[in-house]
Each structure stands twice: as C-alpha cells, then as structure tokens.
C-alpha cells in the first residue's frame, strides 16, 4: 500500500464496525508501511476511535503501531526513528504501548482488516507482490527461508508477512549491511513485540535470527549456506560438487530483470515496465508470469486489446494460470463482453477452486447479464469463501434483492 493525503474517511460496513471510543485518551503513531491500508486510512481510524494523532513519537505518545508489510528496519538495517525514540522513552519510564498491526486492528473492531494480514496468497500472488521470479521463490523454499502454510486444489499458499520479511533482509543484506547490524535490530524488535516474525496463518514461520547466520554477501549476490550439501543455483536447480572436500551449499539471491520492471510498474512508470517486461520476453522468450504483468501494465495504460491478448498468452502457456484467468474476466467484464468473461472466470475457477475473486467476478457477470439464478448460486458460492468484508456485504444485499 502507498501512504496518502489525511483526507481518507472509512466508509461502509467498516466503519460501522469500529469501537469508536476505544482510543479515547490515545495518542497514537505509526511506524513502518500497514499491510491492510493507506496511511491516511490509519489516521481516519484513529480519529473515528477517539484518538490524537501524531506524526511523530513524543513523551506524549501512548501507543506506536508497527505496520506488518516487511520490517520496520531503514535501509542501513538500523529499527525506524519511531521505534527507537520509543525504545529510550520506555526505558525512561514512559508508558508507551507498542503493538503489532494485527493486534491494533483487532483492538479497533477492524476484524477483517486484521484477517486481511493474515491473508493466504497463492503463488502468482506471491511473486507479483514481491516483485520476485519463479526461480528465486523456488530458491527460498529449498533454502527454508519460506515455507508454503496450505496447499489446496493443488496449488501452494503463502503466508504474505513471512515471504514479505524475508525479502526486506535479503535486499538489506544485497545492499551490503551488517548481518550483525539486522540481527541486533530485530532482537530489540523482538523485546518490543515478542513473537513478531514467528507466528504464520498456519503455525510456526523460519525464525529469522536462526537463519540469519547462514547468510553472506559474494559479489552482488546473497549467499544462503544450508545444511542439506546440495549446491543450489538460482534456478533452482542441483549442481553437484566433485570436489575432494565436500563443498558448502549456497543459494544466490539476485535482482535481477524481472524485478527492476516490477519495481518500474509499482513506480507507476509503466511505459517503461512495458518496455520492460516485452525485452525480458524478447530475450528469454515466453514465459506465463512475464506476459502476466505485461498485461496488467498494459491493462494501467489504457491498451485494454493488447493486454487482452496477453493474458491469454500468459493462459495458453500455463492453462492452470487462475490469475490471468480471473484478471482476463475483468477485463472483458468491463468492455461489455459478459459470455467471454464467464467464460474467463470459469477457467479460473476450474484453475482454483476456492478463489473468491474470481467467484464473485462470476457472480456479478452473471447478475449484469440478467442470468438471476445463476448468479445467486455463485454470490452464496462467494459467502462460502469469503463470508466478511464489503463484498460479502454486497453479495448477502443481491441475495436479498434477487429472492
């Protein structure tokens, strides 16, 4: 999420949820980027609750909350301003609650909000949020730094937070900070919230302090050195070691190509990610996610007829591809196209069945399209999946519309 301008209000269901005094007395600061909203957002929400904000921490602070989307680490691996300032004030004697963001949205009545940062993610999800291949994902998995939490329908799940820490230290570690300088910032970080970076939407995560130590800069590359004697190369792949004495294993974690072009669309340079994204495929040729995040930039440019097209390479390439499915059903949803959507969410959903956006996509194609009795089997379809949130609220609302 980007930060934004104060001006952001909660809306709907959500705001109707909130505990509206229960910050009453609070003084309230954020550090670090929320995974479940904008900035602004946080700074409504306080408000609405009875809360001040502040910019900043201060002997008036009572509570500072730690966004989840990575480490609140800078990137000379150093804890944020915040987070110290408030480390020597508590030390000082002053009361200052700090919480994670899960347990300040759960505290708000924001329960949704907090399931949001628990959220699942399947693959292709992963990859375009974090801004990394196929090859490297499979890197971390054989170097169990990430560990899938469900697999259903055949396909692997992750636990966002757990993958998205692991990215913050690896790119500090590329960047030439101290090993010993991250591991000494989230050992405090650690004192501050007990069990931060541990507990996973499925049980126990990698623990980072352990598997810090095996990690070394060589060249431009992050060198992970695992137990198992198997030497790993970026793609994944097994290269064995003839040597007399037995070698060392490593992994190497690099940016490389296809992440500068995620970083170039995520700056909203999508010109150049096109450019991108096209001369990675030029080079290396087809490949299903490449096309993937072709299209959606293209999708961001107005080029609704060349990302159409995309998305059904990216489809063609890998059938099982339920995210350029689902992302090709709104597309054509939204040029009028409403048979060639269904079918696009379908496949999506015959790809992975529990998806809920591409149900409730389905849903709403069917209901514009006047097909009523399909889609109130699909929006209960929906509510078996994804039962809170505005678009359970608006699925139950044509439910009661439409019987």
Known sequence: MVEGTDSATLEGPQAESIRSDCLRGQRVTLTGAMASMRRAEVVSLVRACGGQWSPSVTHDTTLLVVGERGWPLKRNGRLTNKLRRSQALREKGYSIEVLGEEAFLERVGLHARADAVCRQYSQVELLRILGISRSQLQSLLKAGLVQPVASRGGLLYFDFRQASQVRSILRLVA?????????????????????????????????????????????????????????????GQMR??????????????????????????????????????????????????VNFNLANALFAQGEYAAAAERFRVATEIDPEFAEAWNNLGHLLADQGQLDEATTAYRAALRANPTYADAQYGLADVLDEAGRVEEARAQWRAYLALESVGD??????QRLSLTG
């Open 240 to 289: 064995l070691d003839f040597s007399e004495r037995r070698a060392e294993s490593t992994l190497r974690f690099q940016t490389n190509r296809f992440e500068e072009a995620v970083a170039l669309e995520q700056a909203g340079r999508l010109k150049e990610a096109v450019a991108a994204y096209r001369a990675i495929l030029a080079e290396e040729g087809p490949d299903a996610v």
């Open 391 to 396: 678009h359970a609220d608006y699925a139950r």
């Open 175 to 235: 960047a030439g900070v101290p090993v010993r300088d991250i591991r000494r910032s989230l050992m405090t970080l650690r004192r501050c919230l007990p069990g931060l970076g541990r507990s996973t939407s499925s049980g126990e995560a990698p623990d980072p302090l352990d598997w810090l130590g095996r990690l070394e800069v060589e060249g431009k590359c992050v060198v992970v050195r695992s137990r198992d004697g198997d030497l790993l190369e970026p793609s």
